[in-house]
């Protein structure tokens, strides 16, 4: 049998998890104590499908942070709740009970929802249930060490009173504000469409723009412009033949426009109704006529998309690239010849047409140029910032010209404002197209004010952010947030406290939930009606009123509260900067007194999928249940945390995954098989008990940084390297010393946090009848660090290194190994050397020496091999050898039978000057020459 197999056929991960479940149930239940608190929170999931692997990393790395600062025995508080407020998932169950093919795949077939509970999805509230349930279920499978007893979900009516009591304040404060305003909107769901409401488009912002009236017989034909000062270079309009448009009486007048833009201007305050059908081929070649630039024709264009504003555009040739380029194709088919594109604007940097300068200097051919984009907004920036109107169209800059060309289009041109998306397209979560709806009973927080967003950045300042990186993202995210629609018509959630019929919308009532959680388990205890603003204005901030209700339980409660706040720090993924980890603060700033504002957060990266990103809607994800049952819930932990740090993406692949679980066998086997050992201590076992100490320093500072994957890599490779280097040096027969059962369980204990499973399993075979969940975390002790016996150590083995390179080298099968050692003058040389700041004048000092002058050339060669050699070695190497040198003889005397037996033939030490070997005058100090014979 080979070593290690029937240590192996132990190794079963199911067993391990099963053994730690039971013994877990209960156990990471956290209450206030005298001991310092370490309290984390994670961004709660919203539960409308199953967890994927990324997820799993989002829950994991808190967790192992949680378990480490529990065995540094802080009183940790690690809860999870469920945010189940919104519109997805009444938009998820219409589709259900429509039967929408794709929806019934994505939950019957991805996310295994067998069908008599899918049937149940047409509610709403039970498809968030039975997510919450199957999340805390997969939740407890990875071993997350959760207060389960806290759990609650953002519908339950205690918490409803809760964001009624902290909107209060908001409300107090002014930064709730009512207005009309422009919105993302789904028609079908009759509802403004948050972030987390879209398919697509999460980026597109929507845009103001002046529609342009050019006077079409008894019609008008508006084109939407962000320039309405180029009018007066217009030559052309652009219609799509391919389309068809209607006549339309929009506010009584008539407009030819596009179908879809009949459709928008309705939500954006117009009456629209449409008279007759225009095909968009009966439109080319006609003229259009404007006070501003004359007549012009309407030109054939396919790239005209008619769900672009109006579906009709103004041609620009000397300012626009698009217009300039198609254009040109026509006339490059003997078209139109006869217009020329007609300069307005001077802008230093570009020729008289500035469009045709930079198409012909980027040489670009054609329209579908991917650059073209690129390109406009280039000279679109250019000419905004630098250009100048000719004197003859009044001599504005761009800038100015442009505010005073719209207002006076609005005021003397029949224009209007229409808003559109800048980029497309937008798809709500139901599948239909999102438009731009004028809110006039909206509900806003006011983050364009000033004053709170200095607040907010006041307390950024005093915040820990992990990876530091991640500032500039936030301080960006604060000086441009605006106002923000925080309420909804359709969705589940808590009431709109002044308007009934609006619901707040969820990213507005899941700011301040950290601090809810350090009740939320001893509030239910109270009737809801019970829960007035005063009950939780005494609770959180301590302001007394009289007739409190049950105030033995209130009481209770403030304690819990002023004992874990504020939280020391949130996790999330980087995608929530630019909304929740920053709303959340100013929602803090507001309400709490400044000891309890939130201290730091910790930002992570993306997960891919075999290098690619992973997406429920796409069906690109792996389902985190599926992986702890195939890998076991150990290997997918240490694999989220190992690979790559928490702020770095990580790329999930299957065999990688594999090399972790034989990771941990590796691990588990070696434990096994060292509890055990018998022998003496030998200088070799003081030697891994020092290292040790460093991995134990190290590890600990990597995991008190968040640095997850740094802390692996002490804690796995590095003890594992240690041990093999330490089982090749024991001398034959010794299975090792009593030493390692100190090694098994600082080795244990390290690696708790990322394997908790196996190391329960572990720690109780190692003897221990308590939880290693909260057995102390190893302390390095300086006294066991032996840097003498570490350098003698290295010293040896990057001989041995050298001496299987050389092998290697000449291929012959070698009778006798000599290890010549460096001249005690070569260490003074080396020493020397080590000691200087300047490394350029030192061989000059060293040279003034007698005794070198007289060795010349071989002094002065001795020096600057040193110098190399110096340069080369680690500092934990060169700084001992500055100050002493190392007895080498001694070192190789002692390892003699360790070299016998590993190179299988008799090896000799011996002096570089007695020996009459010409390759001992390489020798230098911690580099003997070697002589195979
Ligand atoms: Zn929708």
């Known amino acids: 049998m080979r070593r290690g197999e029937g240590i192996l056929s132990e190794f079963d991960l199911g067993r391990f998890e099963e053994e730690a479940h039971e013994r877990w149930l209960h156990a990471f239940e956290s209450n206030p104590s005298d001991r310092e608190k370490f309290y984390i929170t994670v961004a709660f999931p919203y539960p409308s499908g199953a967890m994927h692997v990324g997820h799993g990393r989002t829950y994991i790395v808190p967790d192992v942070i949680a378990r480490f600062w529990r065995m540094r025995q802080k009183q940790v508080l690690f809860p999870m709740a469920f945010h189940v407020t919104g519109a997805p998932v009444v938009g998820i169950s219409k589709r259900i009970a429509r039967n929408d093919p794709k929806t019934i795949h994505l939950y019957r077939d991805l996310y295994k929802v067998p069908q008599n509970v899918l049937e149940e999805f047409t509610n709403p509230l039970t498809i968030v249930k039975h997510f919450a349930a199957e999340y805390q279920r997969v939740m407890t499978s990875c071993g997350l060490s959760i207060d389960w007893r806290r759990r609650f979900i953002t519908v339950d009516p205690t918490y409803s009173r809760f964001v009624e009591w902290q909107w209060k304040h908001l409300y107090e404060a002014g930064h709730v504000i009512k207005g009309v305003h422009p919105v993302r909107y789904c028609t079908v769901d009759d509802n403004p469409v948050g972030d987390h409401d879209l398919l697509e488009g999460d980026k597109a912002e929507v845009i103001k723009f002046t529609l342009v009236m050019f006077r079409f017989g008894d019609a008008f034909i508006p084109t939407a412009t962000l320039r309405p000062e180029t009018i007066h270079g217009v030559t052309n309009l652009w219609a799509n033949p391919n389309v068809t448009y209607v006549r339309a009486l929009v506010d009584g007048k008539a407009w030819i426009i596009s179908k879809e833009a009949a459709e928008k201007l309705v939500l954006q305050d117009h009456t629209v109704e449409i008279k007759e059908e225009v095909p968009g081929k009966d439109l080319v070649d006609k003229t259009v006529s404007h006070p501003l630039c004359g007549t012009v024709p309407i030109l054939p264009a396919d790239f005209v998309d008619p769900d ?33 594109p007609v300069p307005l604007i001077k802008v230093e940097g570009y020729g008289e047409v500035p469009a045709q300068d930079a198409v012909e200097r980027a040489g670009i051919h054609h329209q579908m140029d991917s650059r073209m984009d690129s390109l406009t907004q280039e000279i679109y920036s250019a000419e905004f910032s630098k250009g100048k109107l000719f004197a003859k169209f009044g001599g504005k800059p761009v800038r100015i010209a442009r505010e005073d060309m719209a207002q006076e289009m609005l005021d003397k041109y029949d224009s209007v404002i229409m808003y559109e998306f800048d980029t497309r397209p937008v798809i709500c979560r139901c599948g239909n197209k999102v438009k731009v709806k004028i809110l006039h009973d909206q509900w806003f927080l006011k983050y364009s004010d000033p004053e709170w967003k200095q607040q907010v950045s006041d307390h950024l300042k005093d915040m820990a952010l992990v990876p530091p990186e991640v500032r500039t993202e936030f301080d960006r995210t604060v000086g441009w947030l605006k106002d923000w629609a925080c309420t909804r018509r359709v969705g589940l959630g808590t009431k709109f406290p002044w308007d009934p019929a609006q619901l707040i919308e969820p990213l507005s009532d899941s700011t301040v939930y950290m601090a809810y959680y350090t009740i939320a388990h001893r509030i239910r205890e109270i009737d809801s009606k019970l829960l007035t603003p005063e009950v939780f204005d005494y609770i959180f901030l301590g302001k007394k009123s009289p007739d409190l209700p049950e105030k033995k339980k209130l009481d209770a409660m403030r304690e819990e509260f002023l ?24 929602h803090h700033v507001t309400i709490f007194p400044k000891d309890k504002l939130p201290k730091g957060m910790v930002v992570f990266g993306m997960g891919l999928l075999n290098g690619a990103k992973m997406s429920s809607s796409k069906g690109n994800v792996f389902l985190l249940e599926d992986a702890v049952s195939e890998f076991g819930a150990d290997t997918v932990r240490m694999f989220l945390t190992g690979s790559a740090e928490p702020w770095q993406d990580f790329d999930w692949r299957n065999e990688l995954v594999l090399s972790t679980k034989k990771q941990i066998e590796r691990f588990y086997a070696t434990i096994t098989e060292l509890k055990g050992a018998q022998g003496e201590p030998q200088d070799i076992d003081r030697w891994l008990i020092s290292r040790l100490q460093e991995h134990i320093a190290r590890m600990t500072a990597a995991l008190e940084n968040f640095q997850t994957r740094q802390a692996l890599q002490e804690a796995s490779f590095g003890i594992e390297t240690d041990l093999k280097w330490y089982r090749r040096r024991l001398p034959e027969g010794c299975d ?165 037996h590993e190179f299988g033939v008799p090896v000799h030490i011996t002096d570089a000057e007695s020996s009459g070997h010409a390759k001992g005058a390489t020798a230098l100090p911690f580099k003997p020459a070697i002589v195979i014979e």
Not at 313 to 327: G, K
Not at 563 to 586: C, E, G, M, V
Not at 833 to 848: C, G, L, P
């Open 736 to 900: 090792g010393s009593r030493e390692l059962a100190t090694l098994c369980s600082v080795w244990t204990r390290l690696l708790a946090p990322f394997i908790p499973f196996t190391a329960e399993h572990l720690w109780r075979e190692l003897g221990n009848k308590d939880l290693i969940s909260f057995a102390e975390w190893p302390v390095a002790d300086e006294k066991l660090i032996n840097s003498k016996i570490e350098l003698s150590e290295e010293l040896l083995a990057r001989t041995v290194e050298d001496i299987e390179s050389i092998k290697k080298l000449i291929q012959i099968t070698p009778k006798s190994l000599t290890i010549v050692l460096a001249p005690a003058w070569k260490h003074e040389v080396f020493r020397t050397i080590a000691q200087s700041t300047d490394r350029n004048t030192v061989i000059k000092e060293i040279m003034k020496n007698d005794a070198m002058k007289k060795r010349g050339k071989e002094a002065t060669d001795a020096a600057k091999q040193c110098t190399t050699l110096i340069h080369r070695l680690p500092p934990h190497v060169v700084e001992p050898l500055a100050k002493e040198p190392l007895n080498e003889r001694a070192v190789f005397e002692a390892a003699q039978a360790f070299l016998e």
């Open 308 to 340: 672009m504003a109006t579906g009709m555009v103004m041609s620009v040739p000397a300012h626009a690239p698009f217009d300039y380029i198609a254009l040109r194709d026509l006339q490059q088919q003997g078209k139109y010849t006869t217009i020329k």
């Open 563 to 586: 004992y874990w706040y504020p939280y020391d720090f949130r996790f999330s993924a980087k995608d929530l900067i630019s909304n929740h980890l920053t709303f959340q603060i100013f």
